[in-house]
T-cell receptor, first 113, second 113 residues
Framework: LAKTTQPISMDSYEGQEVNITCSHNNIATNDYITWYQQFPSQGPRFIIQ???TKVTNEVASLFIPADRKSSTLSLPRVSLSDTAVYYC??????????????FGKGTKLSVKP | NAGVTQTPKFRVLKTGQSMTLLCAQD?????MYWYRQDPGMGLRLIHYSVGEGTTAKGEVPDGYNVSRLKKQNFLLGLESAAPSQTSVYFC????????????FGEGSRLTVL
């Protein structure tokens, strides 16, 4: 199983770019990297997913270096509403053992005015 | 669209009582999961199912049972509740074509006295 390690918490200010890094040293060849966002009293919500290099959507960017042992979620110009817990999930997305969908402890991002 | 619906949303039990949490999804997903979330522990996988009539153990299965009699429903049972099972429970589902994209319910908060 690809275990993940993230910072427990991060602070930022409105308008800044925030980068949250996830370490996954034993990632397997068929593993993808997926990030989730969770607000209080809600279930986690899918943000972005990638395999290598860079992926961008309307919400965030995901940077994955060539060795894939880490990944960085980048949130451009954060606002107060981006205050949430962010989870990195590493595992196969096509078939495979679904018991490998193991979440880490997440990073609590606090955005201040 | 309802997505993933969990009932009940809140429940208080006494030690030794039994109860069942119901998860229903209307997205025709093959796979379904039950997670528990405790402060500082992130999300931990209890049980999962890759199809109707099938179930499998996750990280923390002890004290729980599950059933998937219909494709759209996944039930989580506690036969004899213990205070250690006080937690927020999340149900999730996804497709075989992208198992990294989980769709979560809003959660069920269970307190065992």
């Amino acid at each position: 199983l690809a275990k993940t390690t993230q910072p427990i918490s991060m602070d930022s200010y409105e308008g800044q770019e925030v980068n949250i890094t996830c370490s996954h040293n034993n990632i397997a060849t068929n593993d993808y990297i997926t990030w989730y966002q969770q607000f209080p009293s809600q279930g986690p919500r899918f943000i972005i997913q990638g395999y290598k290099t860079k992926v961008t959507n309307e919400v965030a960017s995901l940077f994955i270096p060539a060795d894939r042992k880490s990944s960085t979620l980048s949130l451009p110009r954060v606002s107060l509403s981006d205050t949430a817990v962010y989870y990195c999930l590493v595992g196969p997305i096509y078939g495979g053992s679904q018991g490998n969908l193991i979440f880490g402890k997440g990073t609590k991002l606090s955005v201040k005015p | 669209n309802a997505g993933v619906t969990q009932t009940p949303k809140f429940r208080v039990l006494k030690t030794g009582q039994s109860m069942t949490l119901l998860c229903a999804q209307d997205m025709n997903h093959e796979y379904m999961y039950w997670y528990r979330q405790d402060p500082g522990m992130g999300l931990r996988l209890i049980h999962y199912s890759v199809g109707e009539g099938t179930t499998a153990k996750g990280e923390v299965p002890d004290g729980y049972n599950v059933s998937r009699l219909k494709k759209q429903n996944f039930l989580l049972g506690l036969e004899s509740a213990a205070p250690s099972q006080t937690s927020v429970y999340f149900c999730a589902s996804n497709r075989p074509s992208n198992t990294g994209e989980l769709f979560f319910g809003e959660g069920s908060r269970l307190t065992v006295l």
